[in-house]
Structure formats: C-alpha cells, structure tokens
C-alpha cells in the first residue's frame, strides 16, 4: 500500500508538472492570441484615415477650354475646330471625399467574433459581429480600388492625349523656329532696303542740289521755245506760201537748192526742236559750225537752201528722214526746214540730230 502511494504520488507530481507546463504555454498562447486581436483591432481602426465612405463628386464641373485643332497658317478661320476631349473626362475623379470610414466608435462589434439571437443560437454574421465591420471595411476598400483603377485608365487617355499635344506642339514649334528664322532674314533684308533707301535719299538730294541750277536752264528753254511757238504760228501762212512757191518752182525744173559739198563739212549740224507734223516742217538749232559755214562769217549774207539729213539720237542711230532747210534765224542760229516725206522711214521728233554727209 505505501509503495502504491508512491507510485501515485509521482504520478500526481508529474501530472502537476505537466499541467503547469500546459498552463505557462496556454498562458503565452493567450497572450499571442490577445496581442492578435488587439493589433487586429487598432489596424482596423487605421483603415479610418485612408479609406473613403463614399465617391467624391466635383460641384461645379470645370469648363475647361478645348484644344483648338483647326489649321496654323496665316489665315484666321471664320470658325475654329476643338478637339471633345473634356467631354468625356470624369472631373469626380479628382475630387477628393471628406467623409471617410469610422471603425473607432464600433469597438464592441470587433470585440464580437458572434452573438447569440433570443433563441440561443450564436451567429457570426451580420450586424453586431466582426465579420460585419471588415464586410463593409472590404466594401469601401472595393469601391476605392475601383476607383483607382478607372483612375488610372483615364490617366493612361490623359497621357496619350498629352503625347498627342505634345507632338503637334513640337511640330508647331518647328514651324514657328522656321517663321522666326524666316522673319529674321526678313528684317535684316528690310534694315538693308532702310540703309539703301537712306542712302538714295541723300543722293536724291545731291543730285536736287545738282539739279537746281539745271532748272532755270530749262526755263529759258522753255521760254525760248514758247517765243518760236509764237513765232510758228505768225510764219504758219508764210510757210504755206513758200512751199506753195518750191513747189510751183520744182514743177517748173527750177530749184534754189545749193550743192554745200566742199562748202559744209560733213557731220552733226544741229539738234530738232520743234516739229509740226500736220505741216511737215521742223525747226532745229544749228551749231555754230554750220552756221560760219553757210554765213562765210558775214551776218549779212545770203543764205541758200541746202538738204540734210535727220537720224535717231542713241546708240541705233537710225535714219529719220531728209530735210531741207528754208530760213534762218541768225540772232538764235534757229532753221526752219520742210520735212521731205519721200525720204521719211521714222516720225521726226524732238532731239533727233540733224547732219550733213
């Protein structure tokens, strides 16, 4: 009997040893299990401050301005073309929700893995239960993640509508540069044009200057001229009677016409000054060499008819007409001459060169 107490004495003993054991690791399985639930819990919690209640939505929608896709050139088209682009873009995308999950006021729910309805049954589902706040925690985290995800489509659009812009943008740039470069030699050419002109202006003036006295040169040659004009139209029916005479004095085998050869060197004798087509006469002012010629030196003396010619003043020098001298006006070495129309290849005109040959 007292070994059998022995024997059940250790036993008990080891039992006891083998149940504290038990009870120190049950303890630290508590602790873990506690410590779980706990960090579980506040986790929950933390959810709070990063996941959203609800969907944001943007009041007042933006009316953003549209990309302009007409055609760059230097015309303004009567009515631009703009790309749709923000049409379809969610603007609630970007707005950010100010209501956002509460977990911190439902302690006793995440305290409750179950509960038990009246009738004694244990239920871990629905109101009342964990299972229910991470249900709804697992909804918001849903909608949220849904979210993000249209996010990011409509980012992966925004982008490739950026690359797009960005393209024509560069392209348009390019063309700019080339507008600019081209503007630019534009302006060196113009600053060019403005030193020349500044330069022909000064020119102008000298050459004014130049001029002036040139001026009343012309005066008198005018006035001069205005004299024999009046001149001409008091010799008009002189003229008419003088060819009436040549002709009479032709036609009879006469002619009054002297032969210069030997007389008058051949050359340029004088310059045409006036014609009178409808009368087929000219007046032209000799040189002072012909007029010695034909005078001997002697103011007085008789001056005969003589013929010469009429040629192109330039560089043609083309033959005109022949010419035959009637009278003289000595004091301003001025002739007068008909016109022969048989020898006529050009209109006589003022400042054609009358010669002898």
């Keep these: 009997m007292k070994a059998f107490l022995k ?24 602790e873990l299990l506690k410590g779980r639930t706990q960090r579980l819990e506040k986790a929950i919690k933390e959810f709070d401050a990063v996941i959203e209640a609800a969907p944001a939505t943007m009041d007042p929608v ?5 990309l302009d896709i007409s055609p760059c050139d230097a015309e303004i088209p009567e009515e631009l073309e703009f790309n749709d682009f923000w049409t379809n873009y969610k603007y609630d995308l970007e707005a950010q929700s ?8 439902r302690d006793r729910e995440l305290m409750s893995y179950f509960v038990t309805d009246a009738a004694g049954n244990r239920r871990i589902k629905g109101p009342g239960t964990m299972d229910n706040v991470l249900v709804e925690l697992l909804t918001h985290a849903e909608t949220q993640y849904n979210l993000l995800n249209e996010t990011r489509e409509h980012l992966t659009s925004l982008r490739k509508e950026l690359i797009s812009s960005i393209e024509k943008h560069n392209i348009k740039m390019m063309d700019h540069r080339r507008a600019l470069i081209k503007i630019k030699a534009l302006e060196e050419e113009i600053d060019r044009l403005k030193t020349r002109i500044t330069e022909l202006e000064e020119r102008i003036a000298e050459l004014e200057a130049e001029i002036a006295p040139l001026k009343d040169q012309i005066a008198e040659q005018e006035r001069l ?12 029916r002189e003229i008419e009677r003088l060819n009436k005479l040549i002709g009479e004095k032709s036609s009879a085998g006469e002619s009054k016409v002297r032969d210069w050869e030997g007389v008058v060197e ?13 009368w087929k006469f000219c007046i032209f002012r000799m040189t002072d060499t012909l007029y010695q010629e034909i005078t001997g030196g002697d103011d007085d003396a008789e001056i005969q008819q003589m013929e010469l010619w009429v040629k192109r003043a330039g560089d043609d020098q083309k033959i005109v007409t022949k010419i035959r001298m009637l009278q003289v006006k000595r004091d301003e070495k001025l002739a007068t001459a008909d016109i022969l129309t048989d020898w006529q290849q050009l209109p006589v005109q003022q400042g054609d060169i009358v010669f002898f040959q």
């Excluded at 004495?9 to 508590?30: Q, W």
């Excluded at 001229?225 to 008009?236: G, H």
């Design 7 to 30: 024997v059940l004495v250790i036993i008990l003993l080891l039992v006891s040893i083998a149940t504290l054991s038990f009870g120190v690791m049950l303890f630290l399985k508590r």
């Design 62 to 66: 933006p009316q953003d301005q549209e």
């Design 98 to 105: 100010d209501v956002m999950v509460s977990t911190s006021s």
């Design 225 to 236: 001229i205005a004299e024999m004009e009046e001149q001409i139209a008091e010799q008009d």
């Design 266 to 278: 051949p050359g340029i004798k004088g310059e045409i000054v006036l014609v009178n087509t409808e």
